[in-house]
């Protein structure tokens, strides 16, 4: 049997990789690193919520999605040459996808059927990991990390690509958007 626990984190603190010592699980980088894990654990709802409502291919962009994620963090760890430029367009691509044909004209309320309710939570929950993010990069000990550049700008078009995603769902499932 595999067991899932260490007891190393039961006094607060955690091995950091970037930094390679053991930091507090509050530190500002892995406030970080949690916010991208929580993003991407709802775009997983939202992953089984589309297979749910029969919305394959929308299954597979959010795929995309977690495993780009996964790139996220690791490079936020230290890793470098997992993000590309292409990951950039590729979320643009998606945005563009979704969007076509529907015109926001103010803001939305984020509702509709649950697929675009989940798809605007976890949009949510990415433009908080942006912000942790952020905080993070200000901060003294990622001073060295590279591709800061590069990570804002895919998280910000993820958030981007899981709005037009929620949009579209929301006009094929209930028909309209409902502004505020």
Not at 40 to 52: D, E, P, V
Not at 126 to 143: D, G, L, M, W
Request: proline share 1%; hydrophobic share 40%; aromatic share 8%.
């Amino acid at each position: 049997m595999v067991r899932l626990y260490t007891r190393t984190g039961d006094s607060g603190e955690t091995y950091c990789v970037l930094l390679k010592k053991r930091i507090g699980k509050d530190h500002v980088l892995i406030e970080a690193l949690g916010s991208i894990d929580e993003a991407n654990s709802f775009i997983g709802l939202a992953r089984a919520l589309a297979r749910a409502e029969g919305f394959d291919g929308i299954d597979a962009d959010l795929e995309y999605m977690q495993r780009l994620l996964f790139k996220v963090g690791y490079t936020f760890s230290g890793k470098t040459g997992l993000l590309s430029e292409d990951d950039v367009k590729r979320l643009e691509e998606i945005s563009d996808r979704y969007m076509e044909g529907i015109e926001i004209k103010w803001f939305i309320l984020p509702s509709g059927s649950q697929l675009s309710a989940a798809l605007h939570v976890a949009r949510s929950v990415v433009r908080r990991s942006e912000r942790a993010i952020i905080r993070a990069f200000r901060s003294e000990e990622a001073s060295g990390m590279g591709d800061k550049e590069l990570i804002l700008r895919i998280v910000n078009r993820l958030s981007d690509a899981l709005y037009a995603i929620a949009v579209h769902v929301t006009v094929k499932t209930v028909g309209k958007l409902e502004y505020v």
